[in-house]
């Protein structure tokens, strides 16, 4: 594997340092003995316990598989549309034929390059199917799992006050806290009814300071169960400072907050990945494909802090698992109130 810190190292593809085994051809012209050379450019540090490493690792499992050959470039959330555009063409000028910008801001600049390789597969996660030529979307189905966590939420809230946090309002975020409500809703034993706070910061990893200045306003008014949608680091570390429970985002965060981090969302990437290979190796790059593999497919599961499990009553734990059943076997779907 192929790892580039910044933008600017990653204007020198070909020369970048290699950690791990390579199987490219010397002149990057493309794939050698079937295996794909795919690129993945992340939004923050590779490590990140969260988003970034959830995707790096889902890509590591298929170069272990032998399917990939796999050039990661770690970028942060305040690189420019022109770094990502010049990062996108060197990666494509290196050969490499899958290149997935692992950042919704990453659709527009990556937009501006896709005509001149025709024969490359392009992924973002704009998460509402825009297509665009050989540019792929894929989707970000957790209002599924994040169903199934509030139905534990709503059983350890002593206040019934459940809060939600993301980077921007947009349709996967909101989506994914009203469905926190809506799991909660069934586990609630009152008084009142549940109550839902949410509060979009207007930055993802950039925004750490206003995410834990949004926390500590949302417990002052009550909130003791929080969900994350893309500003998790930060939500996590303020629940951890104020004693309230989250859930986990993309994948098990247990170990940033184990008093605090009730459950996660964990995003299995590798089969999202997975689909965006088969179709190069197919040749089916154009038109592109909005890939959706969601948690009736393996793309996303559900996992519960183990400190928990004598804080969640037995009836919480086995409406848990009644509808996680009925949702992987179709016969529930999880109502998406993420608007059009």
Known sequence: MKKLGTAVAAAAVVGAAVTGCSSSDPGGSGSADGVVKAAIITSGPVNDVGWNQGMV????????????DLTVVQQDSGATSEQIAQIVT?????????????????GEPIKGIIADYPDVLFAYPGGFGD????????????????????????????????????????????????????????????????????????????????????????VDQGADQFSTCGVDAATIEGAKQRGVGVAGYTMDQTPLAPQNVVSS?????????????????????????????????????VVINPAFADKISPEAMALFEEYRERIMAGEFEVEYKGGD
Not at 57 to 68: Q, T, V, Y
Not at 199 to 217: H, L, M, P, R
Not at 272 to 301: H, Q
Request: charged share 20%.
């Open 90 to 106: 060197d990666l494509a000028e290196d050969g490499n034929q899958l290149i997935v910008g692992h950042s919704f801001n990453y």
């Open 265 to 301: 969302v964990v995003w299995n990437l590798d089969e999202v990945l997975r689909a965006m290979i088969a179709d190069v190796e197919a040749g089916n790059v154009d038109p592109a494909k909005y890939y959706e593999v969601d948690i009736t497919e393996g793309g996303l599961e």
């Open 131 to 218: 297509i665009t030529a050989n540019l792929a979307d894929y989707s970000q189905p957790f209002y599924q799992g994040s169903f199934l966590t509030g139905i534990l939420a709503g059983d350890l809230t002593e206040t019934g006050i459940l809060a939600g946090t993301a980077g921007f309002e947009i349709p996967v975020c909101k989506a994914q806290i009203e469905a926190f409500a809506d799991g909660a809703r069934l586990t609630y034993k009152g008084p009142g009814e549940i109550q839902l706070r949410p509060s979009y910061i207007g930055g993802w990893s950039d925004a750490a300071a206003q995410t834990i200045e949004a926390v500590n306003a949302l």
């Open 57 to 68: 690792e889902g890509a590591e499992k298929l170069e272990a598989e032998g399917l990939i």
